[in-house]
């Protein structure tokens, strides 16, 4: 079987009304995400066995989680599968184009994205359809292989589902204003349609790269009339309780143009074992469709602005508030004479 995270080996996806996530690289659209199910440097096995949050090849270098770390959660509603990543990453270089890879480069220093579905021999009739059996057989575990990054010259992007994406993964992307570098790899079902959707924001300032991907139900199971029908079903393809494998790695170059190293969530499945170009199903981490979880927080206006990533306006608020509270009651038992450490602190001009 090999590795497996005993606290992350399955993570959580909630659910959020249609509409509610906007593709655009401002992740207040998440703000109320459960936090439970924020997922920091998750662990995973090395090439060596060695249980790491970042694993290096190829000369790279990696001094912590200031030099590189994800951040990352999982939405879905009923068109979508929804990952958001905050990535911080001190010196950052957009893959290109070499010798040995002309066609596909984005992942080189983007996003890898492996997706388990069914194979010919699947068990209860999953063929085609999304499972979590993770078996080292091809015959019964297969991947949907995507992959989405920058363009060479670019520190952001917007993608146009069904446009700017290539048809195929020995077509190369040819870039159009803004739109994100997406690398439709490898469909195990009927075909993509090409109806996902990326944005990406890179901030040298603040070291953070934001990405936010919407991946279409229809890219991972083809139009199929069951899948809206609120049937048994259609729930059964895609609805809450449905579990499949799933993997991300997200790479670093450093100061290269080209993979050097990864993080995310086991990354293994979709890096280093070619296996004819379909990867490592068997290496796979779980994804449950959930209803939302109990969040104390409430939901922000979406989209549009740059956002505070993870942090919400409302936490602030909150954090505010509280200090506000402590100093005001400070400030009675200082008129009462007590707590001289405080009375020496404050501000002669209060009462």
Same mark, same amino acid.
């Given at each position: ?196 959707? *990326? ?6 300032? =603040?070291?953070?790269?934001? !990405?936010? /991907?919407? %991946?279409? &139900?229809?890219? #991972? +199971? ?78 922000? *206006? ?6 505070? =990533?993870?942090?919400?306006? !409302?936490? /602030?608020? %909150?954090? &505010?508030?509280? #200090? +506000? ?27």
């Amino acid at each position: 079987v090999g590795y497996r995270n005993d606290k992350y080996d399955q993570v959580h996806a909630a659910k959020v009304d249609s509409g509610a996530i906007i593709i655009d690289g401002d992740l207040r659209d998440w703000h109320a995400h459960d936090r439970r199910w924020i997922y920091n440097d998750v662990a995973f096995a090395n090439a060596k066995g060695e249980e790491v949050t970042f694993e290096t090849r190829a000369g790279g270098k990696w001094f912590g989680p200031d030099d590189f770390s994800t951040r990352w959660m999982l939405a879905w509603d009923e068109h979508f599968l929804y990952l958001a990543l905050d990535v911080i990453d001190d010196t950052f270089t957009v893959g290109e184009p070499s010798s040995a890879h002309t066609r596909t480069f984005c992942w080189q220093t983007g996003l890898q994205i492996g997706i388990e579905i069914g194979g010919d021999q699947a068990p209860n009739h999953r063929a085609g359809l999304l499972q979590a059996e993770r078996s080292s057989s091809l015959a019964v575990s297969t991947l949907d292989l995507i992959n989405i990054g920058l363009f060479p010259g670019q520190t952001s992007c917007k993608s146009t589902p069904n446009i700017t994406a290539a048809s195929s993964a020995y077509v190369r992307p040819v870039p159009t204003g803004r739109d994100c570098c997406v690398e439709y790899v490898k469909n195990q079902g009927a075909g993509w349609v090409h109806a996902s959707d *990326a944005a990406i924001i890179r901030n040298e300032n =603040s070291k953070h790269t934001i !990405l936010e /991907i919407a %991946i279409s &139900v229809h890219d #991972l +199971l083809g139009h199929r009339p069951e899948l809206h029908s609120n049937t048994k079903e259609g729930r059964a393809m895609w609805g809450e309780g449905v579990e499949f494998g799933f993997s991300f790695a997200m790479n670093d170059g450093d100061d290269v143009a080209k993979q050097r190293g990864w993080g995310g969530y086991y990354p293994a499945a979709v890096v280093l074992d070619w296996n004819g170009g379909e990867k490592s199903p068997s290496k796979s981490g779980v994804v449950r469709l959930s209803q939302p979880g109990h969040s104390p927080y409430l939901p922000a *206006a979406g989209g549009g602005g740059g956002g505070l =990533s993870f942090i919400g306006v !409302l936490d /602030i608020i %909150i954090i &505010v508030a509280a #200090l +506000l509270l402590c100093v005001g009651i400070a400030g009675i038992r200082y008129r009462r004479g007590g707590i001289p450490a405080v009375k020496a602190l404050l501000p002669s001009s209060l009462p």
